[in-house]
C-alpha cells in the first residue's frame, strides 16, 4: 500500500478517490406540483420534461428534477407515499439548510430586489466575518427549507 494518490484523486496523500463536483440536491416536499412551479419561477429552474422513480421504492414515490443550465446546479423535488405533509424544520434530523453561490457580492443585492419583487419574504443581505468574511441572503420556500444564496470573497 503506498501513501501516494494517484493525481486523478482527492489531495496527495488522501488516498481517497476524487469527486467530481456536486451532482444534485433532492428534497422531499408537501406538494411536487407547487414546489416546482414555485422554483422555477423564483430561481428560474427548468423542470426536465420526465418524472424519475425512486430507486428502491418505485411504487411508492418519485422525483421531478429542475435544472440551472447556466450552473448545472440540479435539484430533485420529491413524493413519497405516506409523507407526513408537515414543514420542515432544521431542528430535526435531516436537512438544514441548501445554499446556492453567487459569484459577485452585488448578486445578492440583485436577489435581494428579485424576491422582494416576487413577494417573498427573506432577512436581507447579511455581510459576515466571524469566522471568515462571506454575505448571505436567506429565505424559505414553500415547505419551510431554508434556502441561501451565498457569496465568499476571494
Known amino acids: 500500500m503506498t501513501d501516494t494518490a494517484p493525481a486523478d484523486t482527492a489531495p496527495s496523500g488522501s488516498g481517497r478517490p476524487a469527486l467530481g463536483g456536486f451532482h444534485h440536491f433532492s428534497a422531499t416536499v ?18 426536465i420534461p420526465a418524472s424519475f422513480p425512486h430507486a428502491d421504492e418505485a411504487r411508492s414515490g418519485y422525483g421531478v428534477v429542475l435544472l440551472d443550465a447556466q450552473s448545472g ?8 407515499e405516506g409523507h407526513e405533509r408537515a414543514p420542515a424544520d432544521e431542528r430535526r434530523t ?10 459577485e457580492r452585488a448578486d445578492l443585492d440583485r436577489w435581494a430586489e428579485w424576491l422582494d419583487g416576487l413577494g417573498i419574504a427573506h432577512r436581507g443581505v447579511a455581510d459576515e466575518t466571524d469566522p471568515m468574511p462571506y ?3 436567506v429565505f424559505r420556500d414553500p415547505d419551510n427549507i ?3 444564496l451565498a457569496h465568499m470573497p476571494g
Not at 408537501?30 to 423542470?47: F, H, I, P
Not at 435531516?94 to 459569484?103: K, S, T, Y
Open 94 to 103: 435531516g436537512l438544514d439548510h441548501i445554499a446556492f453561490a453567487v459569484p
Open 146 to 148: 431554508q434556502l441561501e
Open 73 to 80: 446546479v440540479i435539484l430533485g423535488l420529491h413524493h413519497h
Open 30 to 47: 408537501n406538494d411536487v406540483e407547487d414546489s416546482a412551479a414555485w422554483y422555477e419561477r423564483v430561481l428560474g429552474l427548468q423542470r
Open 135 to 137: 454575505s448571505v441572503l
